[in-house]
């Protein structure tokens, strides 16, 4: 049972380029999230899922778009990346019930030149 | 608007007693998480408050007062290992997590 993970771990790109951050999770869980934590700042939800086939936008989404074609996983995109986005992203997750916890991922550090 | 305080940074000693205060305005309520993180790691859950009063585990405990909008998280004989951001959390009323900055507590031998 390995929880919640998140490839890659690190990564750096130049401006304009894309990239897929990707986000697995073995608990069966209905809900999924993304996060961005910036320095000072608290976590930023960027989009989630509450189920298979299903994404909505959180807080701060332009410039991303996500996917959840299966329902362990769940994809954040980067189009065109931006020096804005760097940033820690953070991928959560949780069964369903509204009080439930929820469970992050390891976090992918990224940097965009 | 919606708004979460917390001291940015604390200080204290080994086998000490801290409380870490959070301050919260937010679109309705659903419950108050807070969560520990050591630096370069991912969030983990150290205990949720929906109902006023004090929650214990441990050398940990969690105290939520709703009609103050006020919360805070109380460790007791402090470890090293307890160095590391702690965040306080509200479930809006749309059950989304609204996050604080985070405090990070610094301990000293």
């Known amino acids: 049972n390995a929880g919640v993970t998140q490839t890659p771990k690190f990564r750096v790109l130049k401006t304009g380029q894309s990239m897929t951050l990707l986000c697995a999770q073995d608990?069966?869980?209905?809900?999924m999230y993304w996060y961005r934590q910036d320095p000072g700042m608290g976590l930023r939800l960027i989009h989630y899922s509450v189920g298979e086939g299903t994404t909505a936008k959180g807080e701060v989404p332009d410039g991303y778009n996500v996917s959840r074609l299966k329902k362990q996983n769940f994809l954040l995109g980067l189009e065109s990346a931006a020096p804005s986005q760097t940033s820690v992203y953070f991928c959560?997750?949780?069964?369903?019930?509204?009080?439930?916890?929820?469970?992050f991922g390891p976090g992918t550090r990224l940097t965009v030149l | 608007g919606q708004n979460i305080d917390q001291p940015t940074e604390m200080t204290a000693t080994e086998g000490a007693i801290v409380q870490i205060n959070c301050t919260y305005q937010?679109?309705?309520?659903?419950?108050l998480f807070w969560y520990q993180q050591h630096a370069g790691e991912a969030p983990t859950f150290l205990s949720y408050n929906v109902l006023d009063g004090l929650e214990e585990k441990g050398r940990f405990s969690s105290f939520l007062s709703r009609s103050k909008g006020y919360s805070y998280l109380l460790l007791k004989e402090l470890q090293m290992k307890d160095s590391a951001s702690y965040l306080c959390s509200i479930m809006d009323s749309n059950y989304q997590l609204i996050w604080g900055a985070g405090t990070k507590l610094i301990i000293k031998p």
């Open positions: 608990m069966n869980h209905e809900y």
């Open positions: 937010t679109s309705g309520f659903n419950g």
């Open positions: 959560a997750s949780k069964a369903g019930e509204e009080s439930d916890t929820q469970y």
